[in-house]
């Protein structure tokens, strides 16, 4: 059973156009993030949200998490080439508990 | 350069050998992780470390043995191969305090024939 969903698996879009990818869990989490993770080479995070309904932006990312710390979406405006890559939600359920458990990823393809 | 770094990047054995995966960091953090990745199941942590000889099993354990005698080195042995363990393997380290924030070598890809 994996605890934290993604959806969707896969996207492939047309450069210019929004999207937004969910990550689900009937878990509650104390923190989540986001990390983006290119061919050949190991996730490099994004950004980190610990508050319900936290929103934070970075440049034309936009990541919120649920009011319940159950969920969060990425939400990408007037995608880009280099916005190609795997994404994964990662959270960590227990302050104190050193692991994260991650998501499936979704693979991200923006057509040029 | 520091950072954290894997090696070898990519190696082929045969079932039955014992495979070590190196990995080392320069930050002198004090969490290290093995994870590996397969397609469908996204990362699984395989074993983490808290600081020097301090070891705990991940979701995924079996058949892998870690080690941490020195802080920036968490070796991983595949004791006896086996073809589900054809994988690409990613380790990572952080800050105490600070798991949120995970930092990632470039991982090794692995080929159990």
């Known amino acids: 059973t994996q605890l934290l969903e993604q959806s969707p698996q896969f996207l492939s879009i047309q450069e210019g156009e929004n999207l937004t990818v969910y990550c689900n869990s009937s878990s509650v989490f104390s923190s989540l993030q986001w990390y983006r993770q290119e061919p050949g080479e190991g996730p490099v995070l994004l950004v980190t949200?610990?508050?319900?309904?936290e929103v934070k932006k970075l440049k034309r990312l936009t990541f919120q998490f649920g009011d319940a710390r159950k969920d969060s979406s990425l939400h990408i405006t007037a995608a880009q080439p280099g916005d190609t890559g795997l994404y994964l939600c990662?959270?960590?359920?227990?302050?104190?508990?050193?692991?994260?458990?991650f998501g499936t990823g979704t693979r991200l393809t923006i057509i040029p | 350069d520091a950072g954290i770094t894997q090696s070898p990047r990519y190696k082929i054995t045969e079932t039955g050998r014992q495979v070590t995966l190196m990995c080392h960091q320069t930050w002198s953090h004090s969490y290290m992780f093995w994870y590996r990745q397969d397609l469908g199941h996204g990362l699984r942590l395989i074993y983490y470390?808290?600081?020097?000889?301090?070891?705990d099993k991940g979701e995924v354990p079996d058949g892998y043995v870690v080690s941490r005698s020195k802080t920036e080195n968490f070796p991983l042995t595949l004791e006896s191969a086996t073809r589900s363990q054809t994988s690409v393997y990613f380790c990572?380290?952080?800050?105490?305090?600070?798991?949120?924030?995970?930092?990632f070598g470039p991982g090794t890809r692995l080929t159990v024939l």
């Open positions: 949200v610990v508050t319900g309904g």
């Open positions: 990662a959270g960590r359920i227990l302050v104190g508990n050193e692991k994260l458990t």
């Open positions: 470390s808290a600081a020097a000889d301090i070891t």
């Open positions: 990572a380290s952080s800050e105490e305090g600070r798991a949120d924030t995970q930092y």
